[in-house]
């Protein structure tokens, strides 16, 4: 029943920019870290960014100082602005969240987006 779904891909232009939103719902008690991922053409799938609940935030060298994580916790929502894009972050991005199902179980539990396109080009 759990589930994260991302939206806000697209087609964009080199220096341009994108927000891409995910959203968990579904039996949780609680979201912990959720994360961003990315995964190009040939390549491996590489973290992209990462948050905790306290909205403590880290970043790939590659994006930083361009892309900004954030999250609403009320709404078990996590965000992606994207700016000053390049065609090397042309990719299928992923959202991840690391999660409590109850407040009588203490296990953490990982779920993943299907993934939403994002295409710079000119």
């Known amino acids: 029943q759990v589930q994260l779904v991302e939206s806000g891909g697209g087609l964009v232009q080199p220096g341009g920019s994108l927000r891409l939103s995910c959203a968990a719902s579904g039996s949780i008690f609680r979201v912990n870290v959720m994360g961003w991922y990315r995964h190009a053409p040939g390549k491996e799938r590489d973290l992209v960014a990462t948050?905790?609940?306290?909205?403590?935030?880290s970043y790939a060298d590659s994006v930083k100082g361009r892309f900004t994580i954030s999250r609403d916790n009320a709404k078990n929502t996590m965000y992606l602005q994207m700016n000053s894009l390049k065609p090397e972050d042309t990719a299928v991005y992923y959202c991840?969240?690391?999660?409590?199902?109850?407040?009588?179980?203490?296990?953490?539990?990982?779920?993943w987006g299907q993934g939403t396109l994002v295409t710079v080009s000119s």
């Open positions: 991840n969240a690391d999660y409590l199902r109850s407040a009588w179980d203490d296990r953490t539990l990982e779920v």
């Open positions: 948050i905790t609940r306290g909205g403590y935030t």
